[in-house]
């Protein structure tokens, strides 16, 4: 933000508002995950179509590639991830790019993390290999959200965005990709762990917090359901602070400073 801003008081509670001033976040985030495939052996062709199908439990853990940001480190990047080893083996498998000490990464660096944890790709795997279901023709809004539910998204700042911007639609809360993006770069550079710990809200013990700096009892005010009750939380971030914009200023594509 180009100075402090901070949060009128919403419709039905008094609340207060905050944001961080600009550069609180890390570098944009543009954080592809790739999932890269895993090698085995060709089935027979006689093979029966069930030994095709492995457990996702079965499966090795994942290689993507991660880029680093403003305030990471090894250790949150492993833990994040659920690296087996943890952040000793993230380093030993990118000692060649980390170099010599593994406390100075930089934003930018390129790291290839061997997660087992259950990600957009993962998900995106179990959809597609499951039988198709026919296809229910519920009326109105809830055939909208049926055919939202069936997507998937990048785990990155632009699925982020989209996925809330569906939501958002189901909901009738107004907003473009252009207003968020451009409200999130300035917020927090696309980060969705920034906070700001030196305001006045943070003195106040509400630090604002995520893509778009959403204080807790604005984001408990502004929560949309079915979203994640965690402020950090990317899409749920997003969802509730355009909520609260479209609230206060009619969408958050009228937002364009301190809000």
Request: proline content about 7%; hydrophobic content about 35%.
């Amino acid at each position: 933000m180009a100075g402090r801003g901070k949060h009128r008081r919403p419709r039905t509670n008094p609340l207060t508002r905050g944001f961080i001033a600009a550069g609180t976040g890390g570098a944009a985030l543009t954080l592809p995950l790739l999932g890269a495939t895993h090698a085995s052996a060709a089935e027979p062709q006689s093979a029966p179509a069930a030994a095709q199908s492995v457990p996702q439990a079965a499966q090795p853990a994942k290689s993507l590639t991660y880029t680093v940001v403003k305030g990471d480190s090894l250790a949150r990047i492993a833990d994040r991830h659920d690296v087996s080893g943890g952040w000793k083996q993230l380093y030993k498998d990118n000692r060649t790019a980390v170099g010599d000490n593994p406390k100075l990464i930089h934003p930018g660096l390129k790291l290839t993390v061997k997660t087992t944890k259950t990600s957009a790709a993962k998900k995106t795997a179990t959809q597609s290999s499951a039988p198709a279901k026919p296809a229910a023709k519920p009326a109105g809004g809830v055939a909208q959200a049926t055919q939202a539910s069936a997507k998937t998204y990048a785990d990155n700042l632009d699925g982020w965005i989209r996925e809330s911007l569906d939501i958002m639609a189901q909901k009738g809360i107004p907003g473009s990709y252009d207003g968020i993006y451009r409200n999130i770069m300035r917020e927090s550079s696309g980060n969705p762990q920034a906070i700001n710990n030196w305001d006045s809200n943070a003195v106040a013990g509400t630090p604002s917090k995520g893509l778009l700096q959403v204080i807790d009892p604005t984001f408990a005010a502004y929560h949309v359901a079915g979203t994640s009750f965690d402020p950090y939380d990317p899409v749920a971030n997003i969802t509730a602070a355009c909520n609260y914009a479209a609230d206060r200023y009619g969408s958050i594509d009228n937002v364009n400073g301190p809000y």
